[in-house]
């Protein structure tokens, strides 16, 4: 049962562009929802992340969108540039106890700008 | 540099052939997880470590042991490779308190034919 479903799975935005990908999310108990970028040969790297109490946050020209009641959260990245080429993979985790071990990832987004 | 190490980067082996991949991390973090990445299917929990002595099964152990007898080390072992087992692993590790935020190895490229 795949609990993080992650959208698109490839994405091609024009440099300047909004990138913007989806993911939901089903296991109630989640309340930590990460945003991991990889580049190719390297590990994933987190990017940002969010806790439920906020529907936003911002970093640079990166920004987490949060909808609580729709079991949903996006990655928007403003202003897109080549460098921003990678694969990003959403992801979300219990935030304490037991289930803050487990990270469960959505399958990923691979992201192309082109100049 | 903190960071986390996996040796070796990539790996050709034959099926049934006892392999480990060794993971060790310089942060003193508690937390440390193996994850398996395949085409189409994200990243997978593996196996996870609270602590020194004390792991636990992920999303998808079957054919995986892990051992934890020292807080930097986490190796992973393949008893008897399969074709299956082909893929990319990723050691990380994380600090207790900390939501979320692992640190990840540069990952393992394993082939077994």
């Known amino acids: 049962q795949q609990q993080v479903k992650q959208s698109p799975q490839s994405l091609i935005v024009q440099k300047g562009g909004i990138s913007i990908i989806n993911c939901a999310y089903e296991n109630t108990a989640f309340d930590y929802f990460p945003w991991y970028q990889q580049f190719p040969g390297k590990g994933p790297a987190l990017l940002i992340a969010?806790?439920?109490?906020?529907s936003e946050k911002k970093e640079g020209r990166f920004t987490i969108s949060f909808n609580k009641s729709a079991k949903q959260f996006s990655l928007h990245i403003m202003d897109s540039q080549p460098g921003d080429s990678a694969t990003y993979f959403c992801?979300?985790?219990?935030?304490?106890?037991?289930?803050?071990?487990?990270?469960?990832f959505g399958k990923g987004t691979k992201l192309s700008v082109i100049p | 540099e903190a960071q986390v190490t996996q040796n070796p980067r990539y790996l050709i082996t034959v099926t049934g052939k006892k392999l480990t991949v060794t993971c060790s991390q310089n942060?003193?973090?508690?937390?440390m997880s193996w994850y398996r990445q395949d085409p189409g299917l994200g990243l997978r929990q593996i196996y996870y470590s609270m602590n020194v002595e004390v792991t636990d099964k992920g999303d998808v152990p079957e054919g995986y042991k892990v051992s934890r007898k020292e807080k930097r080390n986490f190796p992973l072992i393949l008893e008897s490779p399969s074709p299956n087992q082909t893929s990319l692993y990723f050691c990380a590790s994380r600090r207790q308190g900390t939501l979320g935020g692992y640190t990840f190895g540069s990952g393992t490229r394993l082939t077994v034919v």
């Open positions: 992801a979300a985790s219990v935030g304490s106890g037991a289930g803050s071990y487990q990270l469960t």
């Open positions: 942060m003193n973090h508690e937390y």
């Open positions: 969010i806790r439920p109490d906020v």
